[in-house]
């Protein structure tokens, strides 16, 4: 059993079997399977229209499934009611009830289960202790700031001690600094609970900094899951690929031809094997490349100097990629230079499926 | 069906004859038309007046109150009892209000709604009095839903206040105006206890509009069959007239 | 004095005598119904006079008092609008909540039932409670009124309730609330102006309401609104008396009209925006 398994009681064990959800002609969902361990902060990361909020939804039991199941510490909970599911959730719009005052909004979970009052001052005190928020406990969620409004809401979600906690996009409504500061304290927060979490996010930047393992959603399906660095290294496709990483992964149209590759019009011949001949598409990541005496040629467009990085776009044959470097890299606009990339930085995926082409490793 | 009261025994199916009668019927061409100018002149009446009424009071913020309260009034009271009103303390000849005031004027004394000439143009009146409000409340809460920029980019266009006014005040509470012609167009259409309550449709038959005719008919002369069916054109002119108004608005608002 | 001191001192002017114009008729007969009848036709009209109370006297107590009606009025008009509350708020609710491919349509049904003259309906109604009886009865009448009380209410509401986004449902349900706790101490909380403004104007048509009540009540169902009809043909001109009974039989709604002014106005407004926007 993990560390994190073992503080949450070994509850909030998900598994989502063949989740499909149609609405009329279209269908939002087709076949979700998912396994997530007690204890794990799991972020469903992808773009919008993706199907991550509507897993989300049908695992807190807010919408109903087509077809498939969905599993809580192994008892089939398909069909429950979401009050009984011992679920909590944090809207993206917080969703507090704005007539009652922070204190009786952490507190209605629990007197809708008939607590004694005592034990109600209790735990409601030691949730805003919790997210800092006890000196507030008098005001309306008319009176807070959005930070502020976002704490209540998780405190509401925390004094039931559920076995799940669900966050909907939680951050996207704060701005951006605020964002970061909260996404840290989150993370604390779940540690420190033990609380199985499941977040929603289509900021890959948040999923990977902060989820134990994270589910990429595309179009309805889960395109691959593993853990961040795994995700970052080894995208499963060009498209999650092109999904992961500020700036994402440069990808360009390639060709493998007798065992080098051919780019740009030019040749680079390869110390490793790249499979078979065919046209593919070539990955490689920002901090990656380089300017170099020899490589594929390129036309530098935009220097966008960020103070500490500094960002090239490059004009490849009319595409732009983008190098990034820590280094103040001594070209000026409108400069022909030649981009280089090591060998092992290279990730290679079929032109027509996008599906990563095995290489073997130098 | 042809159910005439004061001959019960002739009950029975009379099918069409009850619209055919109809359009035979000088009465009641005479009420539709009645109706016709009624209906038209209280909502243009009430437009422009509260239209007037808002832009007037959008430039004195304090006296909103009062105006608030004052249109409120009107609104709340039952239309039967502002008939009421207006046939006894405001129109009677030689005490009512207007009158008095006439007669100071040297316009001298008028039978307002005893006489053909005037009686429509009292009961109108009357109706518009009351219903005026709404329309004011209505395009007031439009105009000051207005937000000032627009304005201030105007001026500094060099636009005059009768441009502003026409070109970018007016067409921002179209919504608004289009819902308040609506709204009383249903309302005048069926309007019937004021003008009951202050002439009964007369004297004779210079007020009596359609609502009324049908009420004349089945409970004065206890024609029911002929009264349901006149009161059924009436539902059929109303249903006709929202629907086209409901596709202009829908239009309108697409454009 | 300045060009634009004159001009606001004009407008002032000119809103002072359309201010004048709408409330006088009201004032003036308020003024009356302190007036003896003498008073009342004096020419050129009196302003200063002795008041009496003589006018009110007689029409609470005299002969032709107008109590039993006010009585009778507020039977009808707190039975309907109570009915009305009852049946409409959870109504509205489900309409507004559910996804029925009817909910379009029903919005401009609902409309449409409040734009149909009632002169159209009343001869139906008279046949139909002729047949069952229920003349001249406060449950027919009462009935009646919610034909045409319901379907406003319901409308009205369900535009409170689509105004409350659908998480606050679900995150109640969530917090184990169930649906109707939920209802109960999540939604009808946020929807209180709502149920306010509803309220009142389902009470002020019941009130004011005449042509129902004059057809479909009789002696013993006899509203106010009847009862200042009749006034005009048997008192002939007893005017003072007339204005006594009137204020009487509109004091409830002049007062609900001042106490709930920004209710009201909101509620017009409002009504008015979602009216047009829901078709």
């Known amino acids: ?362 | 069906m042809r159910i005439d009261l004061s001959m019960p025994w002739l009950g029975g199916f009379a099918g069409v004859d009850n619209y055919a009668k109809m359009g035979g019927d000088p009465r009641f061409w005479h009420s539709l038309w009645l109706t016709l100018i009624y209906t038209a002149s209280t909502v243009v009446l009430q437009v422009v007046l509260g239209l007037s009424l808002a832009l007037l009071v959008l430039r004195i913020p304090r006296g909103q109150a009062a105006m608030r309260i004052a249109a409120i009034l009107p609104i709340v009271l039952a239309p039967v009892v502002v008939g009421l009103f207006w046939r006894t303390l405001v129109l009677s000849p030689d005490v009512g209000l207007v009158d008095v005031v006439t007669r100071a004027l040297g316009l001298g004394s008028h039978n307002w709604l005893g006489d053909p000439q005037l009686a429509l143009i009292s009961v109108i009146a009357i109706h518009t009095w009351q219903w005026t409000p709404f329309a004011f409340l209505v395009i007031l809460a439009s105009l000051s839903a207005l937000s000032p920029e627009v304005f201030e980019a105007a001026r500094i266009d060099r636009a005059s206040a009768w441009q502003r006014f026409r070109y970018i005040t007016l067409p921002l509470i179209r919504p608004a105006i289009v819902i308040v012609v609506i709204m009383r167009t249903m309302i005048a259409l069926s309007a019937f206890a004021a003008i009951f309550a202050a002439t009964g449709g007369g004297p004779g038959t210079s007020t009596e509009i359609l609502n009324l005719y049908a009420y004349r008919t089945s409970f004065s002369e206890l024609n029911l069959g002929y009264g349901a069916a006149l009161a059924v054109v009436l539902l059929a002119i109303t249903l006709a007239v929202s629907f086209v108004m409901f596709r202009v608005r829908r239009r309108a608002a697409v454009a | 004095m300045t060009a634009r001191r004159l001009r606001t001192l004009v407008l002032i002017g000119l809103a002072a005598l359309l201010l004048a114009v709408w409330a006088f008729p009201v004032l003036w007969a308020l003024l009356t119904s302190f007036k003896t009848e003498r008073d009342v036709l004096a020419y050129p009209p009196t302003v200063i006079f002795e008041p009496t109370l003589r006018n009110y006297r007689d029409v609470l107590f005299g002969s032709a008092s107008i109590l039993p009606n006010l009585v009778s009025s507020t039977i009808v008009a707190g039975a309907s609008t109570l009915l009305t509350l009852v049946f409409a708020i959870p109504a509205a609710y489900a309409l507004a909540r559910l996804d029925l491919p009817a909910k379009r349509a029903s919005g401009f049904y609902v409309l449409a039932t409040q734009m149909l003259p009632p002169v159209g309906l009343i001869i139906p109604y008279y046949l139909v409670l002729q047949k069952i009886g229920g003349l001249d009865t406060y449950g027919g009448l009462i009935a009646i009124y919610l034909t045409f009380s319901l379907p406003f209410a319901i409308w009205l509401m369900v535009s409170y309730f689509e105004d409350i986004p659908r998480e606050m449902e679900e995150a109640a349900l969530l917090d184990r609330a169930g649906r109707l706790r939920a209802l109960w101490y999540v939604i009808l909380p946020q929807v209180r102006g709502g149920i306010a403004v509803t309220t009142i104007f389902v009470f002020l048509n019941a009130w004011n309401e005449f042509l129902f009540a004059v057809v479909l009540g009789g002696n013993r169902v006899r509203p106010v609104t009847v009862a200042m009809f009749n006034f005009i043909s048997v008192e002939q001109t007893l005017w003072a008396k007339l204005a006594a009974g009137a204020m009487l039989a509109m004091a409830p709604v002049i007062v609900l009209g001042l106490l709930a002014q920004r209710h009201i106005v909101k509620g017009l407004t409002v009504g008015a925006v979602k009216g047009g926007g829901r078709t």
């Not at chain 1, 909030?12 to 007690?38: N, Y």
């Not at chain 1, 000196?135 to 704490?151: C, I």
């Not at chain 1, 906690?165 to 701005?175: A, G, I, K, R, T």
């Not at chain 1, 902060?210 to 060009?238: H, K, N, Y």
């Open chain 1, 1 to 362: 059993m993990t560390a994190a398994a073992e503080a949450s009681g070994n509850r909030g064990r998900v598994s989502l079997r063949g989740i499909v959800k149609r609405h009329g002609a279209f269908t939002a969902l087709h076949g979700v399977d998912l396994d997530i361990e007690p204890g794990e902060f799991f972020a469903l990361l992808g773009p919008s229209g993706s199907g991550k909020t509507t897993t989300l939804r049908i695992l807190a039991g807010l919408e109903p499934r087509s077809e498939g199941r969905v599993l809580l510490d192994g008892e089939d909970v398909t069909f429950r009611e979401p009050g009984a599911r011992d679920v909590a959730m944090v809207f993206q719009s917080y969703a507090l009830y704005p007539h009652m005052s922070v204190f009786d909004n952490i507190a209605f979970p629990l007197r809708m289960i008939a607590t004694p009052a005592d034990a109600v001052e209790r735990a409601v005190r030691d949730a805003a202790a919790k997210v800092r928020i006890d000196h507030l406990l008098a005001r309306r969620p008319g009176q807070l700031s959005g930070g502020q409004q976002q704490r209540c809401a998780l405190a509401r979600a925390i004094v039931r001690k559920p076995r799940l906690f669900l966050l909907d996009e939680p951050l996207s409504n704060l701005d951006a600094k605020l964002r970061l500061e909260t996404r840290v304290e989150l993370r604390k927060l779940q540690r420190s609970l033990g609380v199985t979490t499941v977040y929603v996010t289509h900021d890959q930047e948040e999923a990977m900094t902060i989820a134990d393992r994270v589910a990429v959603f595309m179009e309805g399906r889960i395109v691959q899951v593993g853990r961040p660095q795994e995700i970052f290294a080894r995208p499963v496709s060009a498209i999650v690929a092109a999904f992961i990483g500020s700036p994402p992964m440069n990808l360009l149209p390639a060709e493998v031809r007798s065992g080098g590759l051919h780019v740009a019009g030019v040749d680079l011949p390869m110390s490793r094997p790249l499979g078979a001949d065919g046209p593919v598409t070539l990955g490689v990541r920002p901090a990656a490349l380089r300017i170099a005496p020899t490589g594929v040629p390129a036309r530098v467009y935009l220097i966008e100097d960020l103070g500490d990085t500094t960002i090239v776009d490059l004009d490849v044959r009319g595409q732009v990629i983008k190098l990034r470097t820590d280094h103040r890299p001594q070209v000026r606009e409108g400069e022909q230079v030649h981009v280089a990339f090591a060998a092992d930085a290279l990730h290679l995926f079929e032109r027509d499926s996008g599906l990563r082409r095995s290489v073997s490793e130098v």
